[in-house]
């Protein structure tokens, strides 16, 4: 074991300060970063990586900003993939969790324990009326699996349409739905989904305004229905805005048109929220509200935690009985521990304000990245809502070719400066920006200037 002494508090250059914060790391005095190397190198699976050249050692958290070892100071704009919600640490979630964790750990839900009510009801008030009944499991997979189960149980048929450029996650199933050749195992899979033109404007095949793309985009999933189905579906899944795929969305007609094509087809609707619920995209609560339809089922994961493995799916009562016709048993769903956590991520995103502030911040932020846009010609597009933002990095804006090393060399630089940006799209060309909804506008404009440093190297100082 080794001791580090923090350092000084940020090592950037002065004039890429990180905004102050009123927090000192402790002193570290785990195994080092070379030993942790190792270990992880011989004991854990290879397939589980790591983002930068040289992996990062994280040790500590304080609201938006995390330490390495050396007690240096990074502003998170990805939030433990787009996880951590309310911040990392946040002195009411942590107090609120401890309290739990000293009480009781674990029953599981054959017992009765408030927390599973508490959250399930709190839910239920978050919703459009009718979403009121919730079923409380670990990951975001285990959500979709769950969401696409009642709905073939509730419909009687099989048939589901997802998106292209889709994720919604990794078991076996849920990776059916995912769409994205890099995700997907060569191991067989779920035969009974298709996958949907994507109504992303800017890569689409299809001509025309954005509202033209996404009634055509709609579209497709009746010429699929016709063409690959026995005419009827049970579930449309799609995440109103794509994370993993690079915040790409399309129009606002777009769910409007896709839901009802999914209704006259017998089908039940899934927005997946894992990523956009609880006021990441800032002028609603939720994803789907910001294209004005009501789903029939939401599926939660990331978020609702700030990192506790909390996931869920709600729906009507109606389609929930469906899973009452067998057992169905989850040993984590609705841990008290993990209730707890969501009780309090809600309790705070309501008490700090951090809708409003997805919304205020992310429009400043957005603002930023499309002046951004202007001065590089490395910058093909600037997408998404709130504090859920996408920079598509291209080589020619012309051609779109996908700029997947100079991707790299940004996130690269961007650590250098103090700033732990994400990445994403099915190239790996797109710069994903989802911090900690606490972030500041100070933290936002550190951030932008940080960008504008790292666009010029990785464009070779190509500026408009
Ligand atoms: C939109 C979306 N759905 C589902 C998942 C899967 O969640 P999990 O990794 O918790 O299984 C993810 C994970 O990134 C996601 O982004």
């Known amino acids: 074991m080794t001791t580090v002494a923090p350092a000084a508090p940020s090592a950037a250059p002065a004039r890429l300060a990180l905004p102050p914060v009123d927090h000192a790391p402790r002193p570290y005095t785990g195994p080092s970063r070379d030993e942790v190397i190792a270990m992880r190198r011989q004991f854990t699976n290879p397939a589980v990586f790591t983002l930068y ?239 004005g339809v009501v789903p029939d089922f939401v599926t939660m994961a990331k978020g609702i935690g700030n990192g506790a493995p909390l996931a869920a799916v709600t729906t009507r009562m109606e389609i929930a009985r469906s899973l009452a016709q067998r057992v169905h048993f989850n040993t984590y769903g609705g841990n008290p521990v993990s209730m707890a956590a969501g009780l309090a991520v809600l309790d705070i995103i309501d008490e700090d304000g951090l809708q409003e502030n997805a919304r205020v911040v992310g429009g400043r932020f957005k603002a930023g990245l499309e002046r951004l846009a202007r001065a590089h010609p490395l910058v093909g597009d600037v997408r998404g809502m709130g504090l859920m933002l996408g920079v598509e990095l291209v080589r020619d804006r012309a051609t779109k070719e996908p700029a997947k090393s100079e991707t790299l060399d940004v996130l690269e630089s961007m650590r250098e400066s103090g700033a732990l940006i994400g990445k994403g799209g099915l190239d790996g060309n797109v710069l994903r920006i989802k911090p900690p909804m606490c972030i500041t506008a100070a933290d936002a404009d550190f951030a932008l200037d940080a960008l504008d440093e790292a666009l010029s190297r990785a464009g070779g100082g190509a500026r408009r």
């Open 53 to 291: 050249r040289e992996p990062l050692l994280i040790v500590e958290g304080y609201m938006q900003y995390l330490y390495d070892e050396t007690g240096r100071r990074y502003l998170d704009l990805f939030a433990g993939i787009v996880t951590v919600s309310v911040g990392h640490c946040h002195p009411t979630f942590v107090r609120r969790v401890q309290d739990q964790v000293g009480t009781l750990q674990h029953a599981t839900t054959i017992y009765l324990h408030p927390n599973v009510a508490l959250l399930a009801k709190k839910l239920a008030s978050k919703m459009p009326p009718g979403l009121d009944v919730t079923y409380f499991v670990n990951s975001g997979s285990e959500a979709n699996d769950l969401a696409v189960t009642m709905a073939r149980l509730h419909t009687g048929h099989t048939d589901v349409v997802a998106l292209r450029n889709a994720y919604h996650g990794g078991s076996p199933s849920a990776m059916g739905l995912t769409s994205h050749s890099t995700w997907k195992f060569p191991v067989g899979g779920d035969g009974r989904v298709h996958h949907a033109m994507n109504p992303d404007p800017y890569r689409s095949p299809f001509d025309g305004s954005p509202d033209e793309i996404a009634t055509k985009s709609a579209q497709d999933i009746r010429e699929i229905i016709r063409y690959s189905t026995p005419g009827k579906i049970a579930a449309f899944i799609a995440e109103p805005i794509q994370g993993v795929g690079g915040a790409t969305l399309g129009a606002r007609n777009y769910l409007a048109e896709a839901y009802a094509i999914t209704r006259e087809h017998g089908g039940l609707c899934i927005a997946d929220e894992v990523q956009t619920g609880f006021g990441r995209t800032g002028e609603h609560y939720w994803g789907f509200e910001n294209f």
